[in-house]
């Protein structure tokens, strides 16, 4: 039977507008899809589910993180981009060679993204194929649906994480072959970024995305001394972008990460080939890369998502991934002089849902035939709710939640919680 | 008898650096006060108290906040500091005449400080006497110690939040007869700002500092609308800091919030007059007033120490204020193309706690001869400790505790944890 969920819901089915409807209602499928949001209890049989004075919301999307990095989470924030990747990251990812190692970490990033209300992801492993397979495998199980890609690097990186480039190849074709059975997680062809990739297996992965139809998943335009490098090794480059566009790696549905320092040409060909951008504003302040200015790619028409980008960000949690993308963007706001408006909270929360629910094929908010993704909120903790309007209850709780807060969480995959 | 609490020891004697030793020990004498740090146990006989892996380090002193602004925490961000005050802060403020509710209020303050923590603290309530008196009183019993200040506001705000200004003089003359009895909280003359008090209300406020020898609190150069406002209101002051010197406001131990806005002629007479700054990350980002160059002050001889400014700043749990000014201090960095660098973890950390200890009159770190303010942290949530060295396992906790993880706080009293 189908079920009508009752309680207090806010969803955001417009960027920049929260729908709040107190004590409204929201009908399921027995297949797990959204059939209507109603102010007033729809006609029908239901199995019916009460969630009392909590706040029934969607669930969020995070659609760039390095599950490999989970393990470091918070360490090593004194440092930069390429001084972290080598004294940190690479050390660490290669313990993922171990499968107990990777098997442990992962149950708990796993856990940890579901508790905290994040059913949908794309995800960067390692290199380690066997190691991927069980990331998607744990990720399956425990109820997150998405992408997960195996990292291809086969070039300035520490001999005990670089790749031969027919066996980088080889790996790929069989981390895709192993995905064939999950249900929930599809592959993505996941090149680190341009420096750490040759020539070669830029374009090799470029036709294996072709002859698959797999998109893609990699790092932009996140540091000047990046960008800088890719410049030097792609001299014949009309930018950073011109390196996977050659490769055919630029193509439609391509996730871009960071893009702090793509120039207006960039943003332009982005826009046209409608690739994304994903916006990590933690990473890009917890290792000083800058602040993407959010507001001009979304009015030059760029799709935009969010991501957590773990561990260069510090937080997994993603209501801290959406204050920092408003924090970050107050402070350009400051320092383009007012011209570039900071996010409200109903936008930035907007990039971190229906954004993404979108790139899964799906309407914006709780639309009629998206799958039932949504998380309960119990903001008792909080004190004084029965005296707030539901949009500044909604705000509060983006702002002071903790995972804790979170009761229930619906991960499309029917009408029962996950949590 | 003295107590020995043995555990992991983190403590921030010096600015830049942190001391970890492996279950070591801080001996505590039978009157709160600390009286040795050791990597070996130390001769003589102790009450001993095992806290096994946890962590213990310093709690933490919160310089700047409104209590009755606890009730708005984390609405009405998407606004701007004038606009906010007018929408959002007065007419909450006002609710503060009536003494249940603040009662309410305060207690979940209180608690939610020491539970956080926080043990020291320098507090804005509102211009209520009563309810001023009735803080001081609930913080005491709680446990936290420091200042309370009732606001003085005699212009340029609403009627229903404006002094008579020989009635806002006498009943802070009221409100500092009131605090005779506290033990551990002392009163503290608090104008709002200057626009929000008169010359007349300024001078005689400068005036009941001298004759009480009471220090001031207030709040300085926090938005550029703020800084011009005060500028056609004191046409010949040299500056916003001349309207608090000529008042007799701006003298050795005075505290104030923001100076984000603060020229080099305000910071020059800072160092000089020996008033204090209080950074308030989160504030200046969450009302979007802009980075205080903390490195500038710190390297200018200033006082430094750091405040959660709620409401303004939309966290009142410390370790959140902490990462924040890592934050914002990254992003300046960036801004100043790299001129001024930006904070390490063990600086904010100090900040936050060893810097505003000074102001307390105490050492740095656990100095000897400090009262005990301590937290003991159980980060084992966060997993993998035991493959950690110290100072890692405390700066993740820096970025991923929650209050929850705090298992243990001692404020100064004595020897038993008040929480």
């Known amino acids: 039977m189908a079920t009508l969920f009752k309680g207090n819901i806010v969803h955001a089915p417009v960027f920049g507008e929260l729908v709040c409807i107190e004590h409204g209602y929201v009908a399921v499928s027995d297949e797990g899809r959204v059939t209507g949001v109603y102010a007033a209890r729809p006609e029908g049989e239901f199995d019916e589910v009460d969630l009392g004075d909590m706040i029934l919301t969607q669930a969020f999307c995070d659609m760039h993180l390095h599950a490999p990095q989970y393990t470091m989470l918070g360490r090593g924030m004194d440092l930069q981009l390429l001084e972290w990747l080598n004294r940190y990251v690479f050390p660490e990812e290669s313990r993922y060679a171990d499968i107990t190692y990777a098997e442990n970490s992962y149950r708990r990033l796993a856990d940890e993204m579901i508790s905290g209300g994040t059913t949908r992801a794309a995800v960067f492993s390692s290199l380690h ?27 300035n990186c520490p001999d005990f994480l670089c790749e031969d480039t027919e066996a980088s190849l080889s790996e790929t074709r069989r981390f895709i072959d192993g995905c064939k059975d999950f249900g929930r997680i599809r592959p993505i062809i996941t090149p680190r970024f341009t420096p750490a990739c040759t020539d070669a297996l830029l374009f090799a992965l470029g036709e294996l995305a072709r002859e698959t139809g797999l998109t893609v998943q990699s790092h932009i335009s996140e540091n000047p001394d990046e960008v800088a490098w890719v410049k030097d090794l792609w001299p014949t480059g009309r930018g950073y972008w011109d390196s996977y566009l050659q490769a055919g790696l630029f193509e439609k549905g391509a996730l871009m990460g960071h893009c702090v320092y793509s120039d207006e040409e960039e943003r332009r060909v982005m826009a046209k080939k409608s690739v994304w951008a994903i916006h990590c504003p933690l990473s890009n302040i917890d290792i000083a890369s800058g602040i993407m200015p959010v507001r001009r790619f979304i009015d030059e028409g760029i799709n935009v998502a969010m991501g957590s980008d773990i561990c260069a960000g510090a937080s997994l949690f993603m209501p801290r991934v959406i204050v920092g993308a408003i924090r970050a963007s107050k402070l350009n706001w400051i320092h383009t002089f007012k011209q570039e408006a900071f996010l409200t909270c109903a936008e930035a929360f907007f990039l971190a849902t229906s954004a993404a629910a979108v790139y899964f094929g799906e309407g914006t908010g709780f639309a009629a035939g998206n799958e039932f993704h949504a998380i309960a909120i119990d903001d008792s903790r909080l004190g004084f709710s029965n005296e707030l309007p539901l949009v500044e209850r909604f705000e509060r709780i983006l702002y002071r939640m903790e995972p804790v807060d979170i009761k229930m969480v619906w991960n499309g995959s029917g009408t029962t919680s996950v949590k």
Not at 129 to 154: C, P
């Open 129 to 155: 194929t066997d190691s991927s397979l069980l990331l998607a495998r744990i990720l399956e199980e425990r109820g997150v649906s998405g992408f997960v890609g195996k990292v291809n690097m086969d070039r």
